[in-house]
């Protein structure tokens, strides 16, 4: 399995950024994947997920604002993040779970990571 993320940077509070994934190993369109992010100092969290037929994850932190998307014939996934808010500033990983029990669930694989700075 392999993931590569793209598309972080630095955005300010209230814009937008979308993140892209690109997997190879494994089929997006059969198996649950998601995206977890890490603040310094603090443990990993995942902030989406998408499994079953389209059947998808959000915490309540970023509810409303982040969708997961998936490419089946790129087998891509993404992050649409919208009204982006400091505390969203973190490392933000695509990730496979151990198991498609979001967000209880372990991380099987993971890619590099990309930063997403939010700040004015």
């Known amino acids: 399995v392999r993931l590569v993320e793209s598309g972080g940077g630095l955005v300010q509070p209230g814009g937008s950024l979308t993140l892209s994934c690109a997997a190879s190993g494994f089929t997006v369109s059969t198996s649950p994947v998601g995206w977890a992010r890490q603040v310094p100092g603090k443990g990993v969290e995942w902030v989406s997920g998408?499994?079953?037929?389209?059947?998808?994850y959000y915490p309540d932190s970023v509810k409303g604002r982040f969708t997961i998307s998936r490419d089946n014939s790129k087998n891509m996934v993404f992050l649409q993040m919208n009204s982006l808010k400091p505390e969203d500033t973190a490392v933000y990983y695509c990730?496979?779970?151990?198991?498609?029990?979001?967000?209880?669930?372990?991380?099987?694989?993971w890619g590099q990571g990309t930063q997403v700075t939010v700040s004015s």
């Open positions: 990730a496979t779970p151990t198991s498609p029990w979001f967000p209880a669930t372990g991380f099987a694989s």
């Open positions: 998408i499994y079953g037929s389209d059947s998808t």
